[in-house]
């Protein structure tokens, strides 16, 4: 271990504590020598990540060394949070044809709720906080990718069930493409940092896709009557692509790199709950809405358990770039 994970002070092996920020070493050095649990097959992975809705998840014990990685200090990533913000921009010209700024109160209206439940997924995330450039960056991909899947569901004409099939994949692209990136990659390092990724691609996605919504149906029913049922419906978008994020973390966690066929589990799981909403109509915010909640936080409380056993609030964290 050339650095120490918290300052970045250069140390050598064997060394009880870092000379620069007194970080006690040995507990890095006794994680890093316990034997690490040989990852589950995809078929075991997938009903896992099944299951995992709502029976408890086992303690992750043995994690591999990428959960206490960091990218060099150097590395620029300010740049990210630029594209992130020209996504978003041409996604509002594209969605209402440059009459975004005008219509801004529908615009500010379509993004508040998404918005406010990134922001309460971002705040779980206590012990090392993603950088907002990369988060800005996937939730301006989840803007983009809603014209991906527009275009798949315009063509295909198929009924809103089937929606599912073109969105989750739309959105976990650009979800798979950060994870796998030989730098950024090493800012995603366990299944929490998947799902608060993942959670700003499903903003993204809902807060487009609400602006379309709220511009169609607006003179129909009443623009306080859509906004009012579409502040609910982000959620759906939200958890599904953070199942996705979660599902490639945990193959950080357990292989210490991600392979494509570790998006699978997390992917089947979140079209699965997207066709089943589209499908419910009705039962999707009186019966499904609260299932779902109940489901991601209990995820959540097991992915910050997860970090908690690895020594994250203690100072083993890694130390992420802002």
């Not at 970045?8 to 064997?14: D, L, N």
């Not at 050095?29 to 709502?54: D, G, H, Q, W």
């Not at 493409?177 to 730098?183: C, D, F, G, Q």
Request: hydrophobic share 50%; charged share 15%; with cysteine.
């Amino acid at each position: 271990m050339p650095f120490c994970p918290r300052c970045g002070a250069r140390v050598e092996e064997g060394d009880a504590y870092c000379w620069n920020c007194g970080l006690p070493l040995d507990v890095i050095y006794m994680l890093r020598r316990r034997p690490v649990a040989p990852p589950p097959n995809l078929t075991s992975a997938i009903k896992e990540a099944y299951l995992s809705l709502f029976r408890p998840s086992p303690h992750i014990m043995y994690p591999t060394e990428a959960v206490y990685e960091k990218i060099p200090e150097y590395t620029p990533i300010k740049k990210y949070l630029i594209i992130g913000i020209v996504f978003v921009v041409v996604g509002l010209t594209l969605t209402t044809f440059g009459t975004w700024i005008r219509r801004l109160g529908f615009t500010l209206a379509a993004f508040t709720s998404p918005l406010l439940l990134l922001f309460w997924m971002y705040r779980n995330d206590r012990y090392e906080q993603e950088p907002i450039s990369l988060v800005a960056f996937t939730f301006g991909w989840g803007v983009i990718s809603t014209f991906i899947a527009l275009l798949i569901n315009t063509y295909m004409g198929w009924p809103a069930p089937f929606a599912a099939l073109s969105e989750e994949p739309a959105k976990a692209i650009g979800l798979y493409w950060l994870a796998r990136h030989k730098t950024l990659g090493k800012e995603f390092n366990d299944h929490l940092d998947g799902m608060v990724y993942g959670a700003a691609v499903g903003a993204g996605f809902a807060g487009t896709e609400n602006i379309l919504y709220i511009a169609h149906f607006a003179p129909l029913v009443g623009a306080l009557t859509i906004i009012l049922i579409r502040s609910l419906s982000p959620i759906t978008h939200i958890i599904c692509t953070a199942l996705v994020g979660r599902s490639l973390g945990l193959a950080k966690v357990r292989k210490g790199e991600i392979h494509p066929t570790d998006i699978i589990p997390g992917l089947l799981v979140a079209m699965t709950l997207h066709a089943l909403w589209n499908a419910a109509n009705i039962l999707s915010l009186t019966v499904l809405f609260p299932l779902y909640i109940a489901s991601f936080a209990k995820l959540i409380r097991e992915a910050r358990r997860d970090e908690l056993l690895w020594g994250y609030a203690r100072g083993l964290a890694p130390k992420e770039q802002k």
